[in-house]
């Protein structure tokens, strides 16, 4: 009877990190907040606004019950037992949404019939990501293993995955942070056989870096119009540079989210008023969630995100520093690396620093698949804690 009360606990386990929890649930309801706000237009019954809270609240509480069991029953040990067939059966599923239509551009969704929802699966293979790198190269006896044997299984996984999302679906913006992902849990591990590889890696990164960085210079900009690429992807580019010149066209919602946030300036035009949400950012709840926040709470909006994301990334990366093993490191810190790389890429996109990739921002933006997603590895992360900070005695 006991061990049945436990297995239907919503209890995190002891040791968890208290900061870690409560920052999700304060960034998940201000979100839940946030886009039933940027659903509220003419167009929009109190029936429909009320639907669309209600929905962010099941997403909430469904992703609050994976995140609790993930921390209570996702040991690594356990994990490692069904990573690889779970890996298998992600390769598979990652194929099933090209059998949909495609919705703005990609075709990166699953939509289930009868209730007209979508389910997104790359978003679920970014753990599987975290969890591939931590299971097969952390804490790896390399006597007994060589390097390809340690590498093979989680790079071949991550490319395949990758040139599934980036190729076949058409979702450059998933496809490169999951393969960012692996890059960089690659980098963690200290395998003395692997030392000069990741030397060489950590070389590629900077100069990556550097590259990336110029491409959004003049120069660079003039290089990647020379590119074979498709009208669509450079108009990411150069309507980043100047999102004035086809503000009726391509870079129409780049120019109107960048109205929202000169509109809302310190402290909005009031929750609810935003003007942008009616028409002129149709993906206001997801994509361009950050310009109707601050448009209506103003530049404080923005702080209140900032200040929760950066406290929740100290917090994990803390920890990571505290994590006895090699496994539980790389799965806290691909938790942080995970929430890092879509604000960037979000917040960067929205506000023309960088281009566009059409990512959600987590916890914030609308989503189902990514609020399930986010709260399953924080949910890892957080039994790992658990486990190898609370008075050091239980093994992952």
């Not at 209890?11 to 968890?16: Q, V, Y």
């Not at 790389?341 to 506000?351: A, Q, R, S, Y």
Request: hydrophobic share 55%.
């Amino acid at each position: 009877m006991k061990g049945e009360c436990r297995l239907f606990s919503i209890k995190m386990p002891k040791g968890f990190s208290k900061v870690v929890h409560a920052l999700v649930l304060i960034l998940s309801f201000f979100g839940a907040l946030m886009v039933t706000s940027a659903g509220m237009n003419h167009n929009a019954s109190w029936d429909m606004i009320a639907f669309s809270f209600i929905r962010q609240m099941i997403f909430i509480v469904v992703g609050y019950v994976l995140m609790v069991y993930a921390a209570r029953f996702g040991r690594l040990s356990f994990l490692k037992r069904y990573i690889f067939p779970l890996a298998v059966f992600t390769t598979i599923i990652l194929l099933v949404p090209l059998m949909f239509p495609a919705r703005g551009g990609a075709q990166a969704w699953i939509v289930i019939p009868f209730v007209g929802m979508t389910v997104q699966p790359s978003e679920f293979a970014k753990v599987v990501v975290i969890l591939l790198f931590a299971i097969y190269m952390g804490d790896v006896n390399t006597d007994r293993k060589g390097v390809l044997n340690i590498i093979k299984i989680p790079a071949t996984f991550t490319l395949i995955y990758t040139f599934i999302i980036v190729v076949l679906q058409s979702d450059l913006g998933t496809g490169v942070i999951l393969f960012a992902l692996g890059w960089f849990l690659f980098l963690i591990p200290s395998i003395p056989s692997l030392r000069t590889t990741k030397i060489v890696f950590s070389l590629i990164t900077i100069a990556l870096f550097g590259f990336v960085f110029w491409l959004l210079t003049p120069s660079g900009l003039e290089f990647v119009n020379r590119l074979p690429l498709s009208a669509y992807q450079l108009s990411r580019f150069n309507d980043m540079a100047n999102p004035f010149i086809n503000r009726y066209e391509s870079s129409f919602q780049l120019f109107n989210s960048l109205i929202a946030f000169v509109k809302g300036n310190w402290w909005g035009i009031g929750l609810g008023k935003s003007v942008q949400k009616l028409g002129y950012l149709p993906v206001a709840d997801s994509d361009y969630i950050l310009a109707i926040i601050v448009e209506e709470i103003g530049i404080l909006g923005f702080v209140i995100i900032f200040a929760g994301y950066l406290t929740l990334l100290f917090a994990l990366l803390a920890k990571a520093m505290k994590v006895r093993t090699e496994k539980g490191k790389m799965v806290v810190f691909g938790a942080a690396l995970y929430l890092m790389l879509h604000f960037i890429l979000n917040v960067g996109g929205v506000t023309a620093i960088i281009p566009l990739t059409g990512v959600p921002l987590l916890m914030i933006s609308s989503g189902g698949s990514s609020q399930l997603a986010i709260m399953i590895a924080i949910g890892v992360a957080q039994g790992v804690i658990a486990r190898e900070c609370y008075k050091g005695k239980q093994q992952t």
